[in-house]
């Protein structure tokens, strides 16, 4: 069963007949990456496609308020007529939902400069799985301070509520954007720490800076080689003057203004992805676990963000079991690992060599997110098993 959403009043009533019927739901936006996240089971949905449009815009405070079903591409309409963006570029395709990037804090490489979901949204309205309607945080960038629900709700994948509204700060279109890729002749352990180290102590502040395999710049358009993809804004002395400072890395050559939309699409419907993520300092070493495991796969491919200490591994022609066992080679590597899209066997051997922290750490955390989501969801009602096993 499918309802559509159309006012906060019917998510609520949904929500309510849910409980009455002792039925689960599951929460969707544009519905473009339902495979994201541990396999949920459920006979209702509701999609917030349709529950879309600004519902404020204050140019002056850079500030938006917009329904969750609004396209990330609608919001980057409006904001362009009046020289403003909304600094978020998650992976996927410009009409994903507002709501479900914030649902699920997605980001992209504009996250080095920019920072994640919960750098840029200011206030919420949430359908409880309760049947509560609550309003977190404000329409203002400043706020008081206080238990930060906004925070809380995002990047909780619908399992505590629902959405409806998102309020987000905007930014001032850059008058310059120059976008450059640096040759990576080498990506040994050693010359990858190198690259590292010397790119984050150049003079520059650069809005994204992305290291790709050669997979990857092959299939954006860079060239068959691993390269350090670079997007610069600013006023032109300033954009040229941190162009010139990348020279210092390497032989520098410029990158198609498209390059990072390609980059955001590059995975296709049905890839399996995961994510690393280590200290920053140690970027080199989860680079080369994740280079190892796509040498044993190949056409994976990689990209990773060195000032998150972040990597992303893209496999595109696999078996279910090949995923398993990548996985259990890559826990060897200490960095945390993130499931995005797994198959089922793959999300099994995930649970299996977790390594996010002691056991104790664990059972702690586990209790703490169960206590959450039996506070927001006591019915459990909401993207049931999402968050992984004891979280249903």
């Given at each position: 069963m499918?309802?559509t959403?159309?006012?906060?009043?019917?998510?609520?009533?949904?929500?309510?007949?849910?409980?009455?019927?002792?039925?689960?739901?599951?929460?969707?936006?544009?519905?473009q990456?339902?495979?994201?996240?541990?396999?949920?089971?459920?006979?209702?949905?509701?999609?917030?496609?349709?529950?879309?449009?600004?519902?404020?815009?204050v140019?002056?405070?850079?500030t938006?308020?917009?329904?969750?079903?609004?396209?990330?591409?609608?919001?980057?309409?409006?904001?362009?007529?009046?020289?403003?963006?909304?600094?978020?570029?998650?992976?996927?395709?410009?009409?994903?939902?507002?709501?479900?990037?914030?649902?699920?804090?997605?980001?992209?490489?504009?996250?080095?400069?920019?920072?994640?979901?919960?750098?840029?949204?200011?206030?919420?309205?949430?359908?409880?799985g309760?049947?509560?309607?609550?309003?977190?945080g404000?329409?203002?960038?400043?706020?008081?301070?206080?238990?930060?629900?906004?925070r809380?709700?995002?990047?909780?994948?619908?399992?505590?509520g629902?959405?409806?509204?998102?309020?987000?700060?905007?930014?001032?279109?850059?008058?310059?954007?120059?976008?450059?890729?640096?040759?990576?002749?080498?990506?040994?352990?050693?010359?990858i720490?190198?690259?590292?180290?010397?790119?984050?102590?150049?003079?520059?502040?650069?809005?994204?800076?992305?290291?790709?395999n050669?997979?990857?710049?092959?299939?954006?358009?860079?060239?068959?080689?691993?390269a350090?993809?670079?997007?610069?804004?600013?006023?032109?002395?300033?954009?040229?003057?941190?162009?010139d400072?990348?020279?210092?890395?390497?032989?520098?050559?410029?990158?198609?203004?498209?390059?990072?939309?390609?980059?955001?699409?590059?995975?296709?419907?049905?890839?399996?992805?995961?994510?690393?993520?280590d200290?920053?300092?140690r970027?080199?070493?989860?680079?080369?676990?994740?280079?190892?495991?796509?040498?044993?796969?190949?056409?994976?491919?990689?990209?990773?963000?060195?000032?998150?200490?972040?990597?992303?591994?893209i496999?595109?022609?696999?078996?279910?079991?090949?995923?398993?066992?990548?996985?259990?080679?890559?826990?060897?590597?200490?960095?945390?690992?993130?499931?995005?899209?797994?198959?089922?066997?793959?999300?099994?051997?995930?649970?299996?060599?977790?390594?996010?922290?002691?056991?104790?750490?664990?059972?702690?955390?586990?209790?703490?997110?169960r206590?959450?989501?039996?506070?927001?969801?006591?019915?459990?009602?909401?993207?049931?098993?999402?968050?992984?096993?004891?979280?249903?």
């Amino acid at each position: 069963m499918t309802a559509t959403i159309t006012t906060t009043g019917f998510v609520r009533d949904q929500l309510l007949e849910a409980q009455a019927a002792g039925e689960r739901i599951r929460v969707v936006g544009a519905g473009q990456w339902l495979d994201a996240g541990r396999p949920v089971n459920v006979s209702r949905s509701l999609e917030l496609a349709s529950f879309s449009g600004l519902t404020e815009y204050v140019p002056g405070d850079l500030t938006l308020t917009a329904r969750a079903g609004t396209t990330l591409a609608e919001i980057a309409r409006a904001t362009a007529e009046h020289g403003q963006w909304l600094a978020l570029d998650p992976f996927g395709s410009p009409n994903g939902t507002i709501g479900a990037t914030v649902a699920t804090a997605s980001s992209g490489p504009l996250a080095h400069a920019f920072g994640s979901p919960r750098d840029q949204v200011l206030g919420l309205e949430i359908v409880s799985g309760n049947s509560d309607v609550i309003r977190a945080g404000g329409k203002v960038v400043k706020n008081v301070a206080g238990f930060d629900l906004t925070r809380l709700f995002t990047g909780s994948w619908g399992t505590l509520g629902v959405i409806t509204e998102v309020t987000l700060r905007l930014r001032a279109l850059p008058a310059v954007e120059s976008h450059i890729a640096v040759a990576v002749p080498d990506d040994s352990p050693a010359a990858i720490a190198g690259l590292a180290r010397d790119a984050m102590a150049l003079r520059a502040a650069p809005y994204a800076m992305e290291l790709v395999n050669g997979a990857l710049a092959s299939r954006i358009g860079l060239g068959a080689a691993t390269a350090l993809l670079v997007r610069l804004g600013g006023n032109a002395k300033a954009v040229a003057a941190q162009r010139d400072a990348f020279v210092a890395l390497g032989r520098l050559s410029d990158a198609p203004a498209d390059v990072w939309q390609s980059l955001r699409s590059a995975e296709p419907q049905g890839a399996a992805v995961l994510r690393l993520a280590d200290w920053p300092a140690r970027f080199a070493d989860t680079w080369t676990a994740a280079r190892d495991v796509a040498a044993m796969i190949p056409g994976t491919l990689i990209h990773g963000t060195i000032s998150r200490g972040v990597v992303r591994v893209i496999f595109l022609h696999r078996s279910d079991e090949q995923i398993a066992g990548a996985v259990r080679r890559l826990a060897a590597s200490g960095a945390r690992i993130t499931g995005e899209r797994l198959p089922l066997a793959a999300w099994t051997a995930l649970h299996a060599t977790s390594n996010s922290g002691s056991d104790d750490s664990r059972v702690v955390l586990a209790t703490l997110m169960r206590r959450v989501k039996d506070t927001y969801d006591p019915m459990h009602l909401l993207n049931p098993g999402i968050l992984g096993e004891g979280i249903a």
